[in-house]
Nanobody, 111 residues
């Protein structure tokens, strides 16, 4: 069974940076996509970025140029590098593969 564990959230000031990680195991697919999503209080969950096993990436317009998604060479961990953070980036961030979800990690951007 596929398992995902996010880490790296925290409190950061506007303009700061964070790196989220998503450790995953149990994925037996040759081709798959890893997605990062976020959900702010009172809001629906929204897609932030995704990367395929062929290293193709995609980003939401709201994070283009500020966030970068990547995976390690062993393809067991996905990362979301977040720069120039804004208060509106505050949310619980989740990673997902093939309908499986991690528990989420809280990101709070505030002065």
């Amino acid at each position: 069974q596929l398992q995902l564990v996010e880490a790296g959230g925290g409190l950061v000031q506007p303009g700061g940076s964070l790196r989220l990680s998503c450790a995953y195991s149990g994925c037996t697919l040759d081709y798959y996509a890893i997605g990062w999503f976020r959900q702010a209080p009172g809001m629906e969950r929204e897609g932030v970025s995704c990367i395929t096993s062929l290293a193709r990436t995609n980003y939401a317009d709201s994070v283009k140029g500020r966030f970068t998604i990547s995976t390690d060479n062993a393809k067991t961990t996905a990362y979301l590098h977040m720069n120039s953070l804004k208060p509106e980036d505050t949310a619980v961030y989740y990673c997902s593969i093939q309908g499986y979800w991690g528990q989420g990690t809280q990101v709070t951007v505030s002065s």
